[in-house]
C-alpha cells in the first residue's frame, strides 16, 4: 500500500479511521463487531466499507456515545449500524451470537479494560472461522494518550490474542502514536 498517512501540525501521523479501515480488508456484505466503539471514528468507515448487505455492530458501555454515532450515520445515510449497550469485560458481554461475526475491531479499548484477555477471548467466540481482529492501541512512548502506565505494549497484545487461539498475521500502520496489529481466528 502506498504511503498514505495523514500529517499532522507537528509532522507526525496521527490515528486516520479513514486509511486504517483499508488495511482490515473488508468486503460488501460482512458483519463487523466494533468492541468499544466510542464516537464511531471506525464504526462510520466500517460501515461504508460493508455496504448495505453487511452490518457493523457498535459496543460500548457509555449508552450516550450511540447518540453522537447515530447523528453521523444519519448524515451520510447508513442505515447498517446496530447499537449494543454492554460490557465486553465479560464472556458474552457483547450479547453477540457464537461465530457471528467476520471482523473484530478492539480501538483504544483494551488499555480501559480490566480484563484484557476477556474481550479477546469474546472477540474469538464471536468471530467466524478464519475471521479477522485487528487491534490499535497506543504506542508505549507517545507524549498524547492516556497514562504510560495504563497503556497496553503490542508484545502483550500481541501474547494476549495468541493465548485466546487467535492467529497472527501482520502488522499495519495505524500513525505514529499508535500500532495496528491484525489476527486470524484459527
Do not use: C
Not at 450516550?64 to 465479560?90: G, M, P, Q, Y
Amino acid at each position: 500500500m502506498e504511503q498514505d498517512n495523514i500529517l499532522n501540525k507537528n509532522g507526525k501521523s496521527f490515528l486516520e479511521p479513514e486509511l486504517i479501515v483499508r488495511y482490515f480488508g473488508l468486503e460488501k456484505g460482512d458483519y463487523v463487531a466494533d468492541f468499544g466503539a466510542g464516537h464511531g471514528y471506525f464504526t462510520i468507515p466500517m460501515a461504508r466499507a460493508v455496504g448495505g448487505d453487511g452490518k457493523v455492530y457498535a459496543l460500548d458501555i457509555q449508552k450516550s456515545v450511540f447518540d453522537i454515532i447515530r447523528d453521523r450515520a444519519k448524515l451520510e445515510h447508513l442505515l447498517n449500524i446496530e447499537f449494543i449497550w454492554t460490557d465486553i469485560d465479560f464472556l458474552k458481554g457483547s450479547k453477540l451470537k457464537d461465530k457471528f461475526v467476520d471482523f473484530v475491531l478492539i480501538a483504544n479499548t483494551l488499555f480501559q479494560s480490566e480484563h484484557q484477555e476477556t474481550v479477546l477471548q469474546e472477540a474469538y467466540r464471536v468471530l467466524r472461522e478464519k475471521g479477522r481482529m485487528a487491534i490499535i492501541e497506543w504506542v508505549e512512548l507517545s507524549d498524547l494518550g492516556p497514562v504510560k502506565n495504563s497503556r497496553v505494549k503490542k508484545e502483550k497484545a500481541r501474547k494476549f490474542a495468541e493465548n485466546s487461539g487467535f492467529e497472527f498475521d501482520r502488522e499495519f500502520s495505524a500513525g505514529n502514536y499508535h500500532y495496528g496489529l491484525l489476527f486470524i481466528k484459527k
